[in-house]
């Protein structure tokens, strides 16, 4: 039963911060610190139920994530939002919860021989996000296929939006752009190009006088809280993908 309450009481702030990372990129300290205060009674009743064992492994399980965690924010590959998640969840949940509903013991997969729940999540979360562009380049083969076939790379990362439709947002434009004597050339870029309101407009002026079409891909900032949070209901439900993906190769 407190396995449940533990997860069941996770839920909102993981919900909460998809939507703010959605809205704004970013996710108020004070989301975890509100998460922590809620996990704080869960904490102190196992410390109570399981004395010093479980106050250990409590420790170990948050130096553990905090110093992963850490590594991947000084390289970049993180958010500062991502990785306190990550660690809040840790102390919360610090090993697999076995929960029980009717005749079905969760996770479906069993618990895996590295019993660090909030490392299942951050791996789950990894996998889960390789979906977005499989996703995108179906779409894009089914919505737009004349066009997206001419650059098969950019329907794994993109989609094309009309000029006219283009907003302010959390998005960029794949290509960058330059004016030359023949027009306006699109080449790909990595960084790609941001669409501030003065990139939009004099966008828009170039299609109004006939020197580009009405269509330039972009590429969603996806948040990397919502694969997150996907990675802690799967982790709850099914169990660590990598580990079941793992033995499943290896058994064939």
């Known amino acids: ?41 869960f904490i102190m009743y196992d410390l109570i139920s399981y004395g010093f064992p479980y106050l250990l492994r409590n420790i170990l399980s948050f ?16 958010g500062g939002a991502d990785a306190k998640v990550l660690m ?24 895996p021989p590295i019993d660090l729940f909030a490392f299942s999540v951050f791996g789950n979360s ?36 009309p000029i006219s439709e283009l907003e302010k947002g959390h998005f960029r434009m794949i290509d960058s752009y330059q004016r030359t004597k023949k027009g306006v050339e699109f080449r790909f870029s990595r960084a790609g190009t941001e669409l501030t309101s003065e990139v939009i407009s004099e966008l828009k002026g170039y299609q109004k006088a006939g020197k580009v079409r009405d269509g330039v891909w972009i590429t969603p900032g996806l948040p990397f809280m919502i694969p997150i949070t996907a990675g ?21």
């Open 126 to 161: 990894v996998i889960l996000t390789v979906i977005v562009p499989i996703g995108l380049f179906i779409y894009n083969l089914l919505k737009n296929p004349k066009e997206s076939l001419k650059k098969p790379f950019y329907m794994f990362i993109g989609y094309v939006t």
């Open 88 to 111: 809040v969840i840790s102390l919360i949940i610090p090993t697999y919860p076995v929960i029980l509903v009717g005749q079905t013991l969760l996770p479906l997969s069993g618990v």
């Open 1 to 41: 039963m407190i396995e449940i309450l533990k997860v069941l009481a996770c839920m909102p702030f993981l919900l909460y911060a998809c939507y703010a990372d959605i809205k704004t990129r970013r996710v108020a300290n004070e989301v975890w610190f509100m998460m922590f205060g809620v996990g704080y009674i």
């Open 232 to 252: 802690f209901i799967t982790a709850v439900i099914f169990g660590d993908l990598i580990f079941y993906l793992t033995m499943q190769f290896m058994l064939m």
């Open 63 to 78: 130096l553990f994530i905090f110093a992963f965690v850490y590594i991947l924010f000084q390289f970049g590959a993180f």
